[in-house]
Nanobody, 126 residues
Framework: QVQLEESGTGLVQAGGSLRLSCAAS????????MGWFRQAPGKEREFVAA????????YYADSVKGRFTISRDNAKNTVYLQMNSLKPEDTAVYYC???????????????????WGKGTLVTVAS
């Protein structure tokens, strides 16, 4: 059983930056791909970014390419999401996720996530 705990919630102005962290523990997190999803009010949960501990490929939603960067600290089993040039439409609850494959999470979405964090709220003011 993998536990995921997000941190980094905040209110930022449009154009600003914020970094989210996700600490993975329990089970063997390195056996899973890690990623971020988000859910805005009244909308479905959507894929944001993902990577595999065992590979070098990363995947991003088109809406965040060039603005968001997913990265990792192997020693801490921690995943980060650096968010730059934030827009009001980025406002959402952001969830850390662990699944069997990064590409699967990217292409097929939340159904293929095995573990979720509790989520952290990001609000971007216009």
């Amino acid at each position: 059983q993998v536990q995921l705990e997000e941190s980094g919630t905040g209110l930022v102005q449009a154009g600003g930056s914020l970094r989210l962290s996700c600490a993975a523990s329990g089970g063997n997190p390195r056996n899973y791909a890690m990623g971020w999803f988000r859910q805005a009010p009244g909308k479905e949960r959507e894929f944001v970014a993902a990577f595999s501990w065992l590979g070098t490929l990363t995947y991003y939603a088109d809406s965040v390419k060039g603005r968001f960067t997913i990265s990792r600290d192997n020693a801490k089993n921690t995943v980060y999401l650096q968010m730059n040039s934030l827009k009001p439409e980025d406002t959402a609850v952001y969830y850390c996720a662990a699944g069997s494959a990064a590409q699967t999470m990217a292409q097929l979405g939340a159904t293929y996530v095995d573990y979720w964090g509790k989520g952290t709220l990001v609000t971007v003011a216009s």
